[in-house]
């Protein structure tokens, strides 16, 4: 009798036989393993489904601020300029990105104002645009508005600082909600794009409250162009040979912007006293004859008591250079001169015999102006190819001699008020032995308050690198520095950093700095005692042109 046939799961297609089994059994073997995958299918969630679901709305969120961040600052470059008037000013405010924060005030054509006044992802940029007539000319037919003219200001910047927000707030809004339905394309998006804008503009005015510093006006940089100075330089050659009218130029970019600094110093900021002692610090000129044009105009503009040279004033120490030091003798102030590594003893020995100068080594100390000075020379030579360089130690060496001398001084009670080297490393030797230690030799300024209190600066090239600067692609910066210091105690009341744009460049920073003991609300430092050999409280100021004094 025939068997029935078993019931099957009809397939859609013919299936291949595997060879070697009976047709029935090889169609049974694959509807189990049909099954069994399904099952496994059915209880294992797939890999890419548990990747896949947080990251989107990451993507989401991240596009998102980057849409509020982006249509934000377009919103504030197109719509958050706010004009208000200041005074007798129109001016131009807006809040722009920054890594840094600040305040950046720009009077064209003159320059810019930066202060520090808050840490923030903004900048506040307040531009004077014209100094409108009819309020200038109400403010010289009544003279007597000018007592209430700070009021007047304080009422418009506050009023203008208002409409700032007020501004800035509609602007972010209005850029990121326009950018987000462009990108998204969807109203709900959109509005959530302004809303975070609003939300990251409110944040960063927070921290520029809570990081708000109203001192920072003590510590302001200006900056300019300014027309006066050569904007090309051609090669050595024409530098060379048209030098003359490059000195005359540069000096008056000194003189312009020395101007502008001190009319912008109408500020609340510090003002020193007029009997204050004003030290000029310079360094490694390097045999560049431009910087006795720049040193001159400074010592006028700023009414310098004494210029102090911490060496490297030559290049190669060679006698055939010794006319270079000149100019000296007609600067208008005292020169005190300790010699640097690029300086000979031929060149020291030519110098000591010049009208107002005074040449410093193995820790002499002289009486300038009111100041007790020592210092001490370079104990290398490098020019020399000869002699190996003896390196560090020997700079060592050298500032323990000085070391030596100043506290001799102050077994004698008679304390030294400056301490001078060329090498950073010999002028650290004097760590509280002095209150203040100058240095040059780095080419680049450095400020150290050493470890037993002595504050050390090294001022960069005031030469700029020298002639031999024009050889790089950018020239190196002319730099130098003012220091005011208390003629009653000697110490160290604030200073102005001024540098200009290497040759031929027309860009000149004049910034200033209080050291953080002479900051308001600081503790005063005690007044030091008056030594046998000090002077007396009633002399006159020493004069600019008589010559140095032994104590």
């Not at 530098?239 to 540069?250: G, K």
Request: aromatic share 4%; charged share 20%.
């Amino acid at each position: 009798m025939a068997r029935a046939e078993r019931t099957r799961t009809p397939h859609p297609g013919p299936s291949p036989r595997r060879p070697g089994l009976p047709r029935g059994r090889a169609d049974g073997l694959r509807a189990l393993a049909a099954a069994v995958h399904r099952r496994c299918r059915a209880r294992r969630t797939p890999p890419t489904t548990a990747l896949a679901a947080p990251s989107r709305p990451c993507a989401r969120s991240l596009g998102l601020i980057a849409v509020a961040v982006l249509g934000g600052w377009l919103g504030l470059l197109v719509l958050g300029t706010l004009h208000a008037p200041v005074g007798p000013m129109d001016t131009s405010m807006a809040l722009r990105p920054s890594l840094t924060g600040g305040t950046r005030i720009t009077v064209a054509p003159l320059g810019d104002l930066e202060l520090r006044s808050h840490t923030a992802p903004v900048r506040l940029d307040v531009d004077v645009d014209r100094l409108d007539p009819v309020r200038s000319q109400a403010l010289i037919d009544h003279p007597e508005r000018f007592a209430g003219l700070q009021a007047e200001v304080t009422r418009d910047v506050a009023r203008g600082a208002l409409g700032l927000a007020a501004r800035s707030c509609c602007a972010v809004v209005c850029g990121a909600t326009a950018l987000g339905l462009a990108v998204h394309r969807s109203p709900r998006r959109a509005l959530a794009a302004g809303g975070l804008a609003l939300a990251l503009l409110a944040a960063s005015g927070a921290t520029a409250w809570a990081t708000w510093n109203p001192k920072s006006v003590l510590e302001p940089k200006f900056s300019g162009l300014l027309s006066s100075a050569p904007s090309v330089v051609g090669n050595a050659r024409s530098i060379v040979s048209e030098f003359n009218v490059y000195q005359r130029e540069l000096a008056r970019l000194v003189t312009n912007v020395t101007k502008l600094y001190d009319a912008a110093s109408t500020l609340p900021a510090y003002q020193p006293d007029p009997t204050t002692l004003r030290v000029l610090h310079v360094s490694d000129i390097h045999l560049n004859p431009g910087s006795w044009r720049i040193i001159a105009s400074l010592v006028k503009q700023y009414r310098i008591n004494v210029v102090v040279d911490t060496g490297d004033t030559m290049d190669h120490g060679s006698a055939a250079e010794n006319h270079f030091l000149d100019p000296v003798s007609t600067l208008g102030a005292p020169y005190v001169w300790v010699r640097g590594n690029h300086d000979s003893r031929t060149t020291q020995k030519y110098l000591t015999g010049r009208a107002h100068a005074v040449v410093l080594d193995n820790g002499r100390v002289v009486r300038v102006a009111g100041l007790r000075i020592a210092g001490v020379g370079d104990p290398q030579f490098t020019p020399d190819r000869s002699v190996v360089a003896a390196g560090d130690p020997a700079e060592r060496t050298a500032g323990g001699r000085l070391a030596d001398a100043l506290r001799t001084e102050r077994l004698a009670g008679t304390p030294v008020d400056l301490a001078l080297a060329h090498n950073p490393a010999a002028a650290a030797r004097t760590d509280g032995l002095v209150p203040l230690a100058l240095a040059g030799h780095l080419h680049h300024r450095e400020h150290t308050t050493l470890p037993r209190g002595t504050r050390l600066m090294v001022e960069g090239s005031t030469g700029g690198g020298g002639l031999r600067a024009v050889q790089n692609k950018k020239p190196a910066p002319v730099q130098a520095s003012v220091l005011y210091l208390d003629r009653r105690t000697k110490r160290l009341q604030a200073w102005d950093e001024i540098t200009l744009g290497g040759l031929g460049l027309s860009r000149a920073e004049v910034s200033r700095h209080l050291p953080r003991k002479n900051q308001p609300g600081a503790t005063p430092a005690p007044p030091r005692p008056a030594h046998p050999s000090g002077p007396s409280p009633s002399a006159p100021p020493a004069g600019r042109h008589s010559p140095a004094e032994r104590p």
